[in-house]
């Protein structure tokens, strides 16, 4: 409930995010178990299904957003330019709001 990513220049790959489920992994001493993901937290929970398959004993997906593309996630993945604004919002989001 506290993790945080200590740099954003830093690019999250699919082996980081599979190094993090194992550690998490051996640290909590589980293997089988289930997945929901709201929001963007589909993405995620969509990848760590790819990874760990034979894990999983259930998906559950609520409003995922990049399944089907919407606003931000356009916004956050394509073009270059609108990252730095998308970067912004999430790290300062009281100018946003």
Partial sequence: GG???AS???ILT???WQELIEGLQVQEDFQGFHLIGYSMG???SHLTFELFSEQVKSL???APDGIKTGLWYSMSSY???FHPFFKRVIFKPQRFF
Avoid: E, H, V
Wanted: overall charge positive; cysteine-free; aromatic content about 16%.
């Fill in 3 to 5: 993790s945080q990513w």
């Fill in 8 to 10: 954003s220049a830093r």
């Fill in 14 to 16: 699919k082996s980081i």
């Fill in 42 to 44: 589909g993405k995620f």
């Fill in 60 to 62: 559950t997906l609520i």
């Fill in 79 to 81: 073009p270059n330019y």
